[in-house]
């Protein structure tokens, strides 16, 4: 059946604790709250029952629009006014309230308003500070209404577009994030995927919290070790989506994690569009071939860092958003930690739960170079600067990228994983080039002997010492990628990919 079985605790349902009101104190002082886990709607035979069951129904006599601030798939979007009824004053909610109200266009299809109000069916499980609330539905008069609570600053990647001003601080777009991630927490652990998780759909209120809205595209996953969701068709935000989510239309947790790298992002660079006007198909080969987004301008790498995390290829190997939100608290509770080289939870270096750390080499670090030749690259990098090191091996054109990026150092280069470089903007071949010059560093002696030749005498020793690639070639392989398109047989964009 459709109902929980209380009598398994909840942790052996692997369901969020979800207070519906009724609970009990035992001897011990502890408090046991009996909690339900997300049903997916389109179970129910009759979605009416859903229906029924997750909303409640409000007089369309006590709602007042009073403007009209968006429009959306099914009809406008408006802002309004709801006077209390009996009902709602005797659950303590006795004032006026301002509330956010989604229409059906009149004269709808079946289909369309089932769509449409499938979604408060959705919003009617959830009771969290980061998710938005649902108020009621109204069913048996036209415009069908769904009714929430209201933000007063709209959309978070409008809210950032309007605010890119240097009035938010950094630490307030972290607590931003924090409250995302505990959403998503939240859901993820009802067995819940969103798949539409992006800026534009999360909601900011007047105090600066976040909300995660717009569960058109969500659904529950299957009862499986996986908790996957797999979809024949339909509507896919590519530039927010995991890989494997686009190649075999399969959602999980793991997807909606790569879709929280991607709103890191957005919200570092303060709404910008990710990718920027690239077609979703170059999306989809660029990232298969390892480019990641770059950081956004003053963005701290320990927040850059999260969101290659994030974007790792192997999903099992992203971090859950139980390990991002205590990152993020730790992060809000000891701001300095932003700036440092790891943080440490429960004796725990981030290295040692899927994250990569830069101040020093970590072990586990897929940067290909072993600490013999790391240690004689460190000695290297003392003696010559960067531009110095990129020249030599042919790669002067990535000096820029890379100092954009906050590489300065020879050394930086070390501590950085071949995905890092190539989030920079590298291509694969690059990255390949400053590994083989890393492993193999030029002699003390040599560069040494010119350092204490006049400028003018100064030649660079034979590119043999850094790379067996020629200049010519990596000047190809950079022309390459500028020039050539990339198709990828196995992966193709229908019209129906959202490109937004």
């Known amino acids: 059946t459709l109902t929980p079985d209380f009598s398994v605790p909840a942790s052996q349902v692997g369901s969020p604790l979800i207070n519906y009101g009724s609970s009990q104190s035992t001897n011990y002082g502890e408090t046991i709250t009996r909690f339900k886990p997300y049903v997916d709607p389109a179970a129910y035979e009759d979605p009416n029952q859903a229906l029924l069951e997750f909303t409640n129904d409000v007089d369309p006599a006590l709602i007042r629009i009073t403007e009209i601030i968006g429009s959306g798939e099914f009809g406008e ?36 308003k089932g769509d449409f109000l499938m979604e408060a069916s959705i919003m009617g499980q959830f009771t969290h500070e980061n998710v938005i609330r649902l108020i009621g539905v109204v069913t048996k008069n036209e415009p069908i209404m769904i009714v929430i609570e209201y933000m007063e600053n709209g959309s978070l990647d409008q809210f950032l577009r309007k605010n890119d001003n240097g009035i938010l601080k950094l630490m307030q777009i972290i607590d931003m994030l924090r409250g995302i991630a505990a959403g998503m927490k939240y859901l993820t652990e ?76 957005e919200v570092c660079s303060f709404g910008e569009r990710p990718y920027w006007d690239w077609t979703n198909q170059k999306v989809i080969s660029e990232i298969t071939l390892g480019y990641r987004l770059p950081s956004p301008m003053d963005t701290p790498i320990s927040l850059h860092n999260l969101m290659l995390q994030c974007w790792h290829i192997d999903r099992h190997k992203r971090p859950t958003f139980a390990q991002i939100l205590k990152i993020l608290e730790e992060y809000v509770r000891q701001p300095a930690l932003i700036y440092s080289d790891g943080i440490c939870l429960d004796n725990t270096t981030l290295s040692n739960v899927g ?38 091996i042919g790669l002067g054109h990535c000096a820029l990228k890379l100092n954009m990026a906050g590489v ?65 070639a990596a000047v190809r392989t950079s ?11 196995s992966i193709s964009t229908s019209n129906k990919d959202i490109d937004r």
Request: proline residues 5%.
């Open 190 to 265: 009802k067995g819940f995927v969103h798949r539409d998780l992006a800026a534009r759909n999360v909601l900011v209120d007047s105090n600066l919290l976040c909300k995660i809205a717009d569960f058109g595209l969500s659904r529950g996953v299957e009862g499986s070790v996986e908790q996957e969701y797999t979809t024949n068709g339909g509507k896919i935000p590519v530039r927010w989506t995991a890989p494997e989510a686009i190649t075999h239309r399969k959602f999980t947790a793991a997807s909606d994690v790569w879709s929280f790298g991607v709103v890191i992002w």
């Open 408 to 472: 300065s150092r020879v050394s930086d280069l070390i501590r950085l994983g071949h995905i890092d470089l190539l989030s920079y903007g590298l291509i694969a071949e690059e990255v390949q080039m400053i590994r083989n010059a890393l492993k193999r560093p030029c002699p003390t002696t040599t560069l040494q002997h010119m350092r204490n030749r006049p400028e003018h005498q100064r030649v660079p020793p034979p590119l043999h010492h850094f790379s067996s690639q020629s200049h010519s």
């Open 77 to 112: 979007v408006c802002k309004g006014i709801l006077q209390p009824s009996y009902r709602m004053i005797s659950s303590d909610i006795c004032q006026v309230q301002t509330v956010a109200i989604k229409t059906l266009k009149p004269g709808s299809s079946d289909k369309a």
């Open 355 to 392: 994250f990569s750390t830069f101040g020093t080499l970590p072990r586990t670090l897929d940067t290909g170079i072993s600490e013999a030749a790391a240690a004689a690259s460190l000695s290297l990098s003392s003696q010559i600067s960067l531009d110095e090191f990129l020249k030599r």
């Open 479 to 489: 022309s390459r990628l500028a020039t050539m398109p990339r198709v990828l047989s």
